[in-house]
């Protein structure tokens, strides 16, 4: 997009660091994987308390899984026991994504295994 140009709300960029960026109508431009992070802990990221990182480095791997939301480290107890609630909430956001990841998996045997059924049908029609 032009610069200067008003963006629409929902526009997606990618910024010279890498970062996918999203137009939003209540708090302008927000960067996606913290939209993603947000989404799965039902409440929105506490910005200059906490940080959304990509487990693998990468990016434009903007999977929920590969997305994990940290406290910006401090001294407090307070910091460190809001660092073990932003844990929990984590391991409950992976594992409402697993019944997904589940699913896909069993869909994906399944289909191997009509595969092997149709491999094994055409070699009983080549012995006969």
Do not use: C
């Not at 963006?7 to 960029?13: C, D, I, K, N, S």
């Not at 302008?28 to 947000?38: C, D, F, P, R, S």
């Not at 929920?64 to 844990?87: D, Y």
Request: no cysteine.
């Amino acid at each position: 997009m032009p610069r200067g140009e008003i963006a629409e709300v929902g526009t997606e960029r990618v910024s010279q660091n890498g970062y996918t960026w999203v137009k939003t109508a209540h708090r302008g431009w927000v960067q996606k994987h913290w939209l993603i992070a947000e989404k799965g802990l039902h409440r929105e990221v506490i910005k200059g308390q906490e940080m959304v990182k990509f487990k693998d480095g990468d990016r434009s791997n903007l999977d929920p899984s590969n997305l994990e939301v940290v406290v910006i480290r401090g001294t407090s107890e307070s910091q460190k026991l809001r660092q073990r609630l932003v844990e929990l909430e984590n391991q409950i956001a992976s594992l409402k994504a697993m019944p997904d990841r589940i699913l896909n998996m069993i869909e994906g045997v399944v289909q191997q295994m009509e595969e092997v059924r149709g491999l094994i049908e055409e070699l009983d029609e080549q012995k006969l």
